[in-house]
Each structure stands twice: as C-alpha cells, then as structure tokens.
C-alpha cells in the first residue's frame, strides 16, 4: 500500500511530523515503511504554460516552433519535438533556469538556428511514472486541463510536493490497506484526532426508485454474505479532475475515468473494492450472486477468454457472468465513454473465495488483495455511498433513491475481557490503569470498564485481526512502545541443559573426522532421480525403498529426496576436481529418507548416516617424501578411529563383500555386534572403476554408514582395567597360507585355539613373493600371553603357542615359516 | 736424575703444546707415559739413587707425571669438544622447511554457528530438541494457528510431498513435538536446531534448503519482557557485551504479540555503515509471545501456563559472522571455502 502523505493529511492533522518521522513512528508500530520516496524528483521553475501558436520550424520537419504565454507578461518562443503539440493546449513549461529530475536544467538556446527560451515536458521528463498515465499521454508532451491558471507552479499542479509512504503490511494488519485505516493507526500512534469524512455528503438522490431499475439476489451465502448496490442515472463519463488522478498516481494506479478512477479512489480510501457496471449491459435488471457453473466462460476486462469452475463465485445478470466476483469485471458491462446508467456494487466476498479464484486464474488485483483478506463489514454501505455521491459530484448523474441489497452488513464486533494484571503478567510492565485507558482510546477501541481494572473491550469490525486477549495486549504493547519494556530473567526453577546421546555422538564423529584431516560437508537433500538410484544397497533399492518424488519440483535436478549420502559426495568431488582441487577428503552427517509406499501415507523413515569420501593424496609430495595417495586402510582406519571414540572398536566386523558401485575385491561390509546380532551398518570401499569412469574422478575410498543402531550401542562409559602386575611373554608366529585367507580369520583362529593366556593378537607383517610361492603370502602375527596373578612359564606360553599355530595348520594349511 | 726429568718435561710439554689432533696426541701420551714411555725409562734409573735423593727425585717424576697427564687432558677435552662441534655442524637442518602436520580438517560453517549458539543456551539451561524433515502439515502448519486457507501461508511456499505432508518450512513443528512430548510438564526449554525447505529461487541470499534455530520457553508464569531478557543475554554472548538490541512490532501466526528483532551491527558499532545499510541495526530474529492456540496445540493451558518462542536463520547469521557474499559457497562443498573454517 502507498500512502501519499498530503492525502492522509486530510484525516489527521499532520503539522510538525515530517513524512520520515512519521514512518519511524509507524515502523515502530508495528506497520513497516521500507522507504519515504519525495513525489518530487527535482521539478523546479516549470509551470503551466498556454500555446498560443504553432508553426513549422523552418529548417527542422519534425521540430515546431510555439509562442507560449507562461504568465511571464511576455510571450516566450519555445521549439519542441513533440508531435502531439497543438495551439491552444495547456502545457508544462520549464522556464530557463528550470531544473528537472535527473540534474537537467534548461539555457536558453538555438535549435537548428531557432532560438527556443524553455522547454515544454513530458509526464517522464517531470519524473512522473508514465506507465500511469493514460496512453496518449505517454506519447509526446503532457497535455494539461484546460481551466489551469497559466503560470502556476506544475508542482502544486500534479500534487509532487508530497510523499509517499511505502506500507510493507504483515498478514495481520489489511486495515492498513485503506487511507482511513492507517489515518486510525497514525491517529493511535500520536493521539491526534481523526476527521473522518461524511459518506453521504455528496450524495444527490432522485425521486425515483432503485428498485425500479436493479433488483439483487445472493444464492451463494456463504461466499457472499452481504451485496449492495445503487443506480446512478445520467453521468457523463470523461477524465477526473487532476487532484484525483494525482492521488491514485500516487498511490501507483492509474486514472482511466472519472467512473472507475471514483470507484479505485474509494477503494484506497474505505479499503472496499467497488465495481461499476453500464447499467444498459446488466440483462433483465437483475444481480445474481452465485457459484459459476461447470463449462460456463466469460471474458473478463483485460481481454481474456476465461473457463470458470463451480468454486468460483460469480456476479451474473438474468443470463450470464458479468463479473468474477472480486477479482475483475466482464468485458460486456464495462462502463465506457458511451455509459450514460450505472450499478455501482459494493460487496462482501469471501476471502477464500476470491483467493482460490485469483490463484486459479493467476489474476491479482487491487480488488482481490483486498478481498482475500476480508473486508470490513461495516464499510460496505459507507463506500458505497461515497463513491456515488463523488459520481454524482463529478460525473454528474442523480442517484435513485434507496440501495438495491441482498445479505447482512451485520457482523458481531469481538468482545474480548481483559484485565491490567494480566496485561502486565503477560509483559512484564507496570502500566497503569490510566494508561491502559488511554491506549483503548487512542485505538478508538470502546471499552467498559466491569470492574476496577477489568474491561470489556469492543474490537471495530475494521480491526478483524484482534479476536483474543493476547491480540488486545499485543496493542498495549505496540503503543506502549516494544523499547518500554524492561528485559528480565525468567522466573522460577532452574533447569539443566544439555545435549542428548545423539547430539553428543555427532559432535564427537565431526571432532574426529576433522582431525583425520576431513571436511565437513552439507549438501542438498534433494536429488534427482538418477542420481538416487546409485548404490542400491545402501538406498535400499532392493528392500522395495523408494526415492520420495516432490509434488511440484523447481527443476527435474532436485525433485527426489535422496536415499543415500554418497552421490552428492561424488557430486562434491566431481565440484573441486574441477577447481583444480584434486586431493578431496570430506565428510558428512545428514539424513536420508526411506519408504516403501508409492504414496506417502505416513512419514518416512528419516535415517541419521555418516558418509565420507577420500580420493587423490593424503599427503602431497613433499621435499622429504613422496606424495601418498590414500588407499582403502585410510578410509577403513578412519572408521576404526570412529568406533574407537565410541567404544565400539570390539563390536565391529568387516567382512569383504561385493555391493553394487563399489569395487568388488576392495569393499568391506562393517557390521556391528549387538544383542546377539549382527547389523549392517554399511559399507567402506572403493568405488568401482566404471562409476569413477562416470564421474572421471580418480580411485575414491568411500564408505557410508547407519548412525542410529550406533548411537544406541556407543558406550561412553569408561571402563578401567587396573595395570598388569606380572610381565608379558611375546611370540611371534609366521605361516605361509593360500592368498585367499583372510587376516582377520587367521586372527579370530588363533585367538580362539591361544586360549584365556592370549591377551592380544596382531599383524605385523604381510609378506608375498617369489620366495614362497606365487598362490602363497606369509603373514606374521605378534603374540602377546599374560597372566593377571602370575608370571608365566615358558612351557605354558610354548603349549598356547602351539596350539594356535596347530590350529592354523588344520584349518587353512598353514606352514610356519623358517 | 733431576735434570733428566725437567728436560723430559720441557720437551713434552713442547710437543705436546703442537698436537693437532687427537691421534697424535695419543702417540705422545704412549710416548711420554706409556708402560714403555720415557718418563718410565728415566725412573728406571730410581734404583741407582741414594735414600735420601730418593723421595725427592720422586716427588718431581710425581709432577712431571702430573704436569703432561694435565696438559693431555685438557687436550683431549678441546679435541672432543672440537669433534662434537664438527658432528653438530654436520647435522644441521633447515629449520626453515616445512614440517609434517597431520592434516587439519574443518567443521562446516553452519554446523560452527549452530554449535556456538547451541552451546550458549545449553548455558542457559535449554535442552535441544529435533524433529522430523518429512513433515505432517498439521505439525507444520495447522498447529502452528496456519489452517489451510490462511492468508499468511502466502508467505512460504512448499515443497508438498502428498496434501498431507511435505518438508518442513521451519523447525516450528519441533516445538509441537516437544511440547506434546513434555505432556504439560513446566518449565519447558528447548531449542531446535535443523535443515528447513522452502520454494525459493536460488540467489545469493536465498536457498531452498536452509537452517534455523529456533528456542521456545514454556512455564507458569513467562512474561514478553522475559524474551528480551533472554535474547538480549543471547546476543551478548554471541556477539559481545557492548551489543544491544530492539525490537520491532511484526507478525508471525504462531505468536502474539510478534516482534523482529535487530542488533547493534556487529560492522560498525551502530553508528551505520554498509552492512547495516546506515541505520545500525542488523536484522537477525523473529520472536513473540507463543499464541494460544499453539499452546492449546502442544497440550497446554493458556490460562496456566504462557511461553515465548524466537527462531534464527543459521545461515544468515554466518553470512553476516564471516561476511560471506553468497549464502550458495555453503552447499558446494568446494574445500577452498570449507577448510577455511578450521579453526576454534
């Protein structure tokens, strides 16, 4: 909503406050105004100027040379390039010395040997938005009204001496969208008295009957609860006044006829759209409001063929739609330069109702932004008469005696109780009974006072956003001013803070990915279906889990939400690679969204995972070292590490497995130990070839797992185990055995067969070569035995020693190596 | 005998004052000293002395001995010194070289920011709560006094999954959550951090994907000047104790009264600059009063109990923290932007 400051000056006096502090004042309470903009531009010394004549420029076809009387006493010569210049038009005229917007200032000076002393303007050489104007007065010079007094000042003319105050309005405050609803909210912010106008005042009423001429009728109730309207006989349609125009300009909209520049002016000023119709295209003299009907159509002002559906709430004479009811009349009955009889309507709509229509339709319009928000009741009958009596002022025309009305204007105003204690309770002030009173007065809300400090307050019908006690206290607090209240520490109990398990862990899996020297990365949750179907086992592909489809995506890119962590990884990879960052180490911890249904039904199941890539050098070449890339132990340590944080290290498992995308002799699946199960928790690996062929990034070591059986297992507890008293005996123990054993089965084998003395096995070194074999590999094995209340002897150490490497011989065929 | 010994320790000490290297010097002391060396040789000769010469001659071989023992070790300490100099000189390095880090990651920007506020009202004795992306639009909207036709979901286009449900456009329906969680329980303090949607175009300021923070305090008796309270100790923390705030009148559907709130611009100290587009204030929260209805909503009574709440948008305060151009380096993932944020 813009607000010219000059207009709103007619309901309040405004002396003394500036159109910027009044917008301080405004901003403060509760009504943003993002900028003041001066109507002005910078228009000065250019006043009203009479052509007298007009004659060819001698050298120039498309220049004329005019002798204007600017009320200087002497006839000025001026050369313009308009075309539409004409002898005996009232025009602009920048006098030498004038100064337009844009830093132009007018010298006298020779065009094509003519001497010229001025210039006359266009609306856009005075900084007026020309897209306002009428069309032909976009063209050429801006052709003024005849009855001007030569020589006065264009600015006091076109009203640019004033302001306009840009309203950004919450959803809350559409009384706001009316010239007297902020004249109400300027009046409370400064206590200044209203001057309301009388609606009535310019009426002129004939002796004849309305209902002689309109009758209406509402089928639709719901959707419209109350319609009126009047009939206006004998108007004469022509241009408003220059007062009026300025002021819908000024507001942003532009003047068309006095007719509808009446009913657009009532608008602003009431907050009720109105809407005339030529009274010789309403068929049979009959209003009917009601539901469209399935297939019927109608071409609505601005041209369109429109298909309406029974949801859309029509104003229909005996036969047809004349007009969508709120959001834009019908071509047919639009008032012309040839109307002579109007209806002028003036309704209530139902907000949804409108809405659902103008969104259907994609038309917006003044009217509509109205509409949607509900208008207020009471005012149906006041704009009403208002513009009639303007028409009537303006137009001419005599408006037949009574209104032709369907519906209630009744509405029941919010009576809301309210007390000072709770008022204060609820802010934390101690305001006064008398300064609670005169807030309620400066509202003009009326309140009784029921009890000493205890009110019922009457909430006006122009006020629908204020239905409870705490919209009553969110007034007290705005006028009262948001930095009058005093900042408190709560009262009460104290309460603990803190993180939950999960929250916990997730920090600590960040704390130790970065210094495994990762990134953290977040990415979009939205994919795109390809996209999603990568690593099926990890998606859940094969489980029947489904990519959850958008209704309505902004692009087919990000229309999924994804399943699995590691695509968008790759997409990161992919990212850097081409920014020349080839060593990429980052990680993440989101969500991924799993569900069987085709159709959601309920919420899907929204899965916690970490997932991290490594691809290209864990250290670079160096002058002391080679570079060295990273390989699948970088990303199986890195998970190690996790789990060690977590005390997990004795839970996990990782057995070589061959999930899709991923390489199939390098891919581990990690599971974890609990309750007697073992849970997949996912995978670490290397991508596969092809898919790093895909991507063309380099070997990429990745791995992705399931957090939430992690967050319930991590024991955070610490454990002390007391230190050992009696020395350890190692040994060490080297076999040759096939290629295709495993570490990890020689280590569970001989920690099974070494017995309780064993207290820790582990892999020192892995050895192949032509020495032993070409299907062959020596792996060596560092044992350590202890016992916890003795030292042990060197016969007991050698029978456990034995025994494990026995163990190996009959279990993989190992040899112990010399 | 006597002369012997002066002249064998005038021309020891004459050769010894020579020596160069360590080597020699052993040659000398074998020479001089030596089981077979002269000083031995000349006290041979000891046996052909008198009784009386005997102590005396003795006691001059004595410091004859004691004289060249003193200058070889003296010798020797310079050679040994000179030598471990020598080595040390070898072994020098350029300290100048770079040294072996181990590789320093980097936590994400937002997730410092989160944690940074997080960690502040834990202080504050909150707890922090979560809540599912893939929302109901009850949870999302109705309970949060949005009905289906309400004018104000104008303000935030979703991601619809089915009519039912879609991803959340705020963490608001966290609060929901956690109140009916707390089944009426007082007082409540939580906040709630998380990933949010909503239908925008992508630009330098606007995400379809985002994160707030959003805070809500529930209890018997939670007055609008207690949320200034609160959110002024906020800010000070985060921001330092000279930084202040104020708060503007606005409207959000699930609070009453509203309020946007600006603090000092961290920029410029409040006294305008670009940044805070010359008013001072940079614009960082919404707040309010919680409605009535959201109490209702969460298994409250509103004539018991009343509560604030207030919600932050993560990446507009680490736009504004490490003056970041463009709110999109936040999702690329590109590790020249990520690793810069690898400090405490």
């Known amino acids: 909503m813009n607000v010219s400051y000059n207009w709103l000056n007619e309901y309040i006096d405004l002396e003394g406050i500036e159109p910027a502090r009044l917008a301080e004042l405004m901003t403060s309470g509760g009504i943003e105004i993002d900028s003041v903009p001066a109507r002005n531009q910078g228009v000065s010394k250019v006043v009203v100027g009479y052509v007298k004549a007009r004659e060819k420029h001698p050298d120039a076809d498309k220049l004329s040379v005019c002798t204007v009387d600017a009320g200087l006493g002497e006839d000025l010569q001026i050369v313009c390039g308009a075309a539409n210049v004409a002898a005996g038009q009232k025009v602009p005229v920048a006098l030498v010395g004038a100064k337009l917007p844009g830093g132009v200032q007018i010298k006298r000076a020779k065009l094509r040997g003519v001497e010229s002393q001025g210039m006359i303007c266009s609306a856009r050489e005075l900084g007026i938005n020309d897209k306002l104007l009428p069309k032909e007065q976009q063209e050429g010079i801006l052709v003024l009204p005849d009855d001007l007094e030569i020589g006065r000042d264009i600015v006091n003319v076109l009203g640019l001496d004033d302001h306009v105050l840009e309203l950004d309005l919450t959803p809350n405050r559409s009384d706001c969208l009316s010239m007297l609803g902020v004249a109400y909210e300027a009046s409370a912010l400064t206590g200044r008295p209203l001057r309301l106008p009388d609606p009535a005042a310019d009426l002129i009423v004939s002796a004849e009957k309305t209902s002689d001429y309109v009758k209406v009728g509402i089928t639709a109730k719901e959707q419209c609860p109350h319609y009126a309207a009047r009939y206006i006989k004998g108007v004469k349609i022509g241009p408003s006044p220059l007062w009026l125009q300025n002021r819908l300009i000024a507001a942003g909209i532009r003047p068309i006829s006095n007719v509808v520049d009446i009913t657009n002016y009532v608008m602003l000023e009431y907050g009720q759209p109105l809407h005339a119709f030529d009274a010789s295209k309403v068929a049979g003299g009959r209003i009917e409001v009601r539901l469209a009907k399935e297939g019927e159509t109608m071409v609505t002002l601005d041209g369109q063929q429109r298909k309406l559906e029974p949801h859309m709430l029509v104003v229909a004479d005996a036969e047809k739609p004349i007009a969508l009811a709120g959001v834009m009349g019908g071509l047919d009955s639009e008032v012309t330069g040839d109307t002579v009889d109007i209806i002028l309507e003036s309704a209530r709509f139902a907000g949804a109702t409108v809405r659902a229509a103008s969104r259907q339709l994609g038309l917006r319009s003044e009217a509509s932004a109205r509409f949607e928000k509900e208008v207020d009741p009471a005012r149906v009958i006041p704009a009403l008469d208002r513009a009639a009596g303007l028409i009537c002022r303006i137009a001419g025309g005599l408006v037949t005696e009574g209104i032709a009305e369907a519906g209630s204007a009744e509405a029941e105003p919010a009576r809301i109780a309210i007390s000072l204690d709770r008022i204060n309770r609820y802010l934390g002030t101690s305001l006064s009974s008398l300064e609670i009173k005169t807030i309620w007065s400066r509202l003009a809300f009326e309140a009784s006072e029921t009890e000493p400090d205890s009110w019922i307050v009457t909430v006006p019908t122009r006020r629908p956003g204020v239905t409870r006690d705490v919209d009553l206290i969110e007034e007290v607090a705005r006028l009262h001013g948001y930095d009058n209240i005093l900042a408190t520490p709560i009262e009460g109990p104290t309460t603990t803070g803190g993180l939950t398990k999960p929250q916990a862990i997730r920090r600590e899996l960040r704390a130790t990915l970065t210094r495994a020297g990762l990134h953290e990365a977040i990415s979009y949750s939205i994919t795109f279906p390809q996209r999603a179907a990568l690593f099926p086992q990890l998606s859940g592909a094969g489980e029947g889990i489904r990519p959850i489809p958008l209704l309505m995506p902004m692009s087919e890119d990000r229309s999924v939400l994804r399943t699995t962590l590691l695509p968008s990884l790759l997409e990161a990879v992919v990212y850097n690679k081409a920014r020349k960052t080839h060593d990429v180490g980052l990680f993440e911890i989101a969500n991924v969204y799993h569900t069987a249904e085709e159709v959601l039904t309920k919420l899907p199941g929204e899965k916690p995972r970490l997932a991290f890539v490594l691809t290209g050098n864990r250290r670079k070449a160096s002058w002391n070292g080679e570079a060295e890339p990273y390989d699948f132990y970088d990303a199986k340590g890195i998970l190690e590490a996790v789990f060690e944080r977590l005390g997990l290290t004795d839970a996990i498992a990782y057995e070589a497995a061959q999930p899709e995308h991923f390489h199939p002799g390098r891919t581990a699946a990690v599971r974890l130990a609990a309750g007697g199960e073992s849970l997949l928790l996912g995978y670490v690996g290397q991508l596969h070839p092809d898919l790093q062929r895909e991507f063309e990034i380099g070997d990429a070591f990745v791995a992705e797992i399931e957090l939430a059986p992690v967050y319930e297992h991590a024991a955070s507890r610490i454990e002390y185990r007391a230190l050992p008293r009696f020395p350890a005996v190692e040994r060490d123990l080297a076999v040759v055995v096939g290629r295709s054993v495993t570490a990890g089965e020689l280590v569970s084998a001989v920690r099974e067969a070494a017995g309780e003395l064993l207290e820790s096995v582990r892999v020192f070194d892995v050895y192949t070569g032509e020495r032993i074999g070409p299907d062959k590999k020596s792996v060596a094995l560092a044992l350590v035995y202890r016992h916890a209340d003795r030292t042990l002897t060197d016969e007991e150490v050698t029978a456990a020693n034995d025994r494990a490497l026995a163990k190996l011989e009959q279990s993989f065929g190992a040899e112990l190596r010399k | ?344």
């Open chain 2, 1 to 344: 005998m006597k002369e012997r010994l002066e002249a064998l320790r005038q021309e020891a000490l004459e050769q010894l004052s020579q020596v160069a290297d360590a080597g020699r010097l052993n040659e000398l002391r074998i020479q001089y000293l030596g089981k077979k060396g002269q000083l031995t040789e000349v006290l041979r000769g000891m046996g052909a002395l008198s009784a009386e010469e005997r102590p005396v001659i003795g006691q001059v071989a004595n410091e004859v001995r004691a004289a060249i023992e003193a200058v070889i070790a003296q010798k020797q300490e310079a050679f040994e010194r000179e030598e471990t100099a020598r080595r040390l000189q070898a072994e020098t390095i350029d300290v100048t070289l770079p040294g072996k880090a181990p590789s320093v990651g980097s936590i994400h920007p937002l997730t410092k920011v989160t944690q940074e506020i997080e960690d502040i009202f834990i202080g504050m004795g909150y707890q922090i709560a979560e809540g599912p992306e893939v929302e109901t639009d009850f949870f999302n909207f109705e309970a949060l006094n949005l009905p289906k036709d309400h004018p104000a979901r104008d303000m935030q286009d979703s991601f619809y999954i089915t009519d039912e449900i879609l991803l959340r456009t705020q963490t608001s329906p966290i609060q929901i959550r956690a109140m009916q969680q707390a089944g009426g329980k007082t007082p409540l303090k939580i906040i709630c951090p998380g990933k949010v949607y909503r239908r925008d175009d992508d630009d330098a300021t606007h995400s379809f994907m985002f994160h707030q923070i959003e805070g809500l305090v529930v209890g018997p008796n939670i007055r609008m000047s207690d949320l200034k309270g609160t959110l002024l100790q906020f800010v000070q923390k985060m921001y330092g104790p000279q930084v202040q705030i104020r708060l503007r009148p606005s409207f959000f559907p699930f609070t009453e009264p509203s309020a946007e709130v600006d603090v000092t611009c961290a920029q410029c100290g409040g006294h305008g600059c670009r940044m805070c587009k010359q008013t001072g204030w940079v614009e960082i929260l919404g707040c309010g009063m919680v409605h009535p209805k959201v109490l209702e909503y969460g298994g409250y009574d509103p004539k018991e109990v009343s509560g604030f709440a207030f919600g932050m948008g993560v990446e507009r305060i680490a736009l504004l923290k490490y003056e970041i151009d463009d709110i999109r380096h936040f999702y690329y993932s590109d590790q020249r932007f990520l690793s810069q944020f690898n400090r405490m």
